[in-house]
Every structure is written in structure tokens, then in C-alpha cells.
């Protein structure tokens, strides 16, 4: 995946060294830009950038920076986007080519248009910060081209507010609810036909072409989407004889060969089984978040082949038995 995020957030720091810790890029390869990065490699740079901050909205501050320039072609498609439509289902089409850990989805509901979000793996303490950004930036946006106002326009996130609600709305003058059970942006669809006052053709079915090059530029990130995305479904509505499905099943139902699987996996430096591990992962923590749920049922779901196959790969995920996990999370302690 291309690094243009870890070259601005280095250009942004007095302490790039301490930015990329861990990540094993140097500061001049990442204030170059041009090589590719990992999905780790990208996570662990978000996670020490969070952890250098001292202000608790400055993941709002660095959102109102950086929305409109952040992106690349992306970035140049919806800012000469014909309608603010047009804008964002660009934005939502190539999006996880630069952010593959999320599943994006959109709906329309009588005269309202819905963006949902879900990790495709675990993030971590970082999660809820990382579910944010892409949606705030959907409201810079949509604020820039409605002069400021963004009517009817609502955000909801599955966890607590990261800063105080009035320090949302001073950047993004929208409604907001935390705690509930989804990441989405909630508008009037009639909005999406708001015409583009900075419309320009050329501009425009430029930055589409430059936009479809990077994504097959990038086609390791999307095979990590479409790997990913396709194990969750698999999880929640089984299409394989067995779950989590075999690559070779994984391969048909992507349409390619298993050693074309392989080999896109390796160059986006991951494998099949390590995927799988990072869904299996996730798909616990959710699990094991409703009380009702027991761990032996928990383990089948996941397709272990016995609880305590299970409950070894909890423990070296998270340090703690399903069981201990739990209560801590009851408890607040997760």
C-alpha cells in the first residue's frame, strides 16, 4: 500500500524517529513517499503517533489538517467531483486501497443514504481512533462543499467519544452519537445530487484514471480486502463445507488460482493462514462480548476442532483464557 500517510504524519512530528519505532522504516524512506508500506507497518505507525499525542482531539485537529489533501488522486477525483454524490463514492470505491483494514458498505433507507464501517481485522486500542478518521473525513468534506453547514447530517460510533462532543462539532457541525452499535455517517440522499461548484471534466476523468492505475498498482492491498471481507462473510453466513474455508476454496470463490492467491498475498506481505488468524481473532472479541455466548459454541462457530484448540489461540492472541478475558471486560478492564 503506498505510504503517503507516514510521509505526512512524519512531515507533522518533532520526533519521526519515535513515530516510525517498530515499523522499520527509516525517516528519510518515509519522508520520500514512494515505496510501498504494510498493513502492520501502517497500524504501528498509528499507534505510536496516538501515543505521542497530548491533547485528547487531536485526532480532529490532524482530520481538519489534512482531509482535503490527504489522499492523492483520490483527493484531486472528489474535490472536481460533478456532485457531492460523485465525491463520495470515489472516495468510497478506492479507499481501501490506502486503508484495506476496513469494510466499507452504503444503503439507502427512504430518503436517507448510509456509510457504514468495520474493521476487517483487530486494531487494537487504535480501533476506534482509525474508524474515525475516514468517516470525519467524509464530514470535512461534505462541509466544504455545502459552505460550512451539513444539514441532517448525523455520525455514530460503537465506542466512547474520543474528546469532549463539543469538539466534534467544532469541526464537523453534525450530530454525533458514541456507544451504539455501529461506525456510520447518516445523510439526506437527496444531498448526494448537491452540484460540485469546483467541477472541472478534465480534471475530474483524470483523477478517475489515476485512481483506477493505483488501485492495480496496489492489487495486494485489495486482495487483503477481498481475502478478508470474504472470511467475514464466511463466519457470519457459511458458504464453504468447511469454516473458516480452505485456500483452495478461498481461491474459487475469488476467482483465481491457488498459486495466483499465494502469490498476490506474498508481495502484500501476508499469507492466507496469517489473515485468517486476524479474523478468527477479531470475530472472538466480538463473540465473546455477549455474555450469552458460551465459549465451547464460541470455539465451534470459529471452527476449531475443539475448545481447547481455541483457547490456546485466545491466550497467545490476548494473554488470557476466553474465560479471564471476559470478566475483564465486564469489568472495564478491557
Not at 520520500?32 to 482531539?57: E, F, H, K, W, Y
Request: charged fraction near 25%.
Amino acid at each position: 500500500m503506498p505510504n503517503t500517510y507516514v510521509k505526512l504524519m512524519t512531515q507533522a512530528t518533532d520526533d519521526p524517529e519515535r513515530l516510525l519505532a517498530g515499523t522499520g522504516i527509516s525517516v528519510s524512506e518515509a519522508l520520500d513517499g514512494d515505496g510501498p508500506i504494510t498493513v502492520q507497518q501502517q497500524l504501528t505507525c498509528s499507534r505510536n503517533s496516538a501515543a505521542m499525542q497530548g491533547r485528547p482531539d487531536w485526532h480532529l485537529a490532524w482530520v481538519h489538517r489534512v482531509a482535503e489533501r490527504f489522499h492523492g488522486p483520490i483527493s484531486a477525483a472528489w474535490t472536481s467531483a460533478p456532485t457531492l454524490g460523485d465525491g463520495l463514492d470515489v472516495f468510497i470505491r478506492y479507499m481501501p486501497t490506502r486503508i484495506p483494514y476496513l469494510r466499507w458498505s452504503t444503503h439507502r433507507d427512504g430518503e436517507r443514504w448510509h456509510v457504514e464501517l468495520r474493521p476487517l481485522m483487530d486494531l487494537g486500542d487504535i480501533g476506534p481512533l482509525l474508524v474515525e478518521f475516514p468517516l470525519l473525513t467524509l464530514g470535512i468534506y461534505m462541509r466544504t462543499l455545502q459552505g460550512g453547514r451539513l444539514d441532517g447530517v448525523s455520525f455514530e460510533f460503537p465506542h466512547a467519544a474520543l474528546a469532549d462532543l463539543a469538539d466534534y462539532r467544532r469541526v464537523i457541525p453534525a450530530d454525533f452519537a458514541f456507544d451504539g452499535r455501529r461506525a456510520a455517517m447518516v445523510m439526506p440522499a437527496a444531498a448526494r445530487a448537491l452540484p460540485n461548484p469546483g467541477y472541472d471534466e478534465v480534471l475530474w476523468t483524470t483523477a478517475l484514471r489515476r485512481c483506477e492505475a493505483a488501485a492495480q498498482e496496489h492489487a495486494g492491498t485489495a486482495i487483503i480486502n477481498q481475502v478478508v471481507e470474504a472470511l467475514h462473510e464466511s463466519l457470519e453466513h457459511p458458504w464453504s463445507s468447511r469454516t473458516p474455508p480452505t485456500l483452495a476454496d478461498m481461491a474459487t470463490h475469488l476467482h483465481v488460482s491457488v498459486s495466483t492467491l499465494n502469490r498476490r498475498l506474498r508481495e502484500a506481505s501476508t499469507s492466507y493462514q496469517a489473515l485468517v488468524d486476524d479474523v478468527r481473532r477479531q470475530r472472538a472479541r466480538e463473540l465473546l462480548a455477549n455474555p450469552r455466548q458460551r465459549v465451547t459454541d464460541i470455539a465451534i462457530e470459529l471452527g476449531f476442532l475443539d475448545p481447547s484448540s481455541f483457547v490456546r489461540s485466545f491466550r497467545r492472541w490476548y494473554g488470557a483464557t476466553p474465560g479471564r478475558y471476559r470478566r475483564e471486560l465486564a469489568a472495564g478492564r478491557r
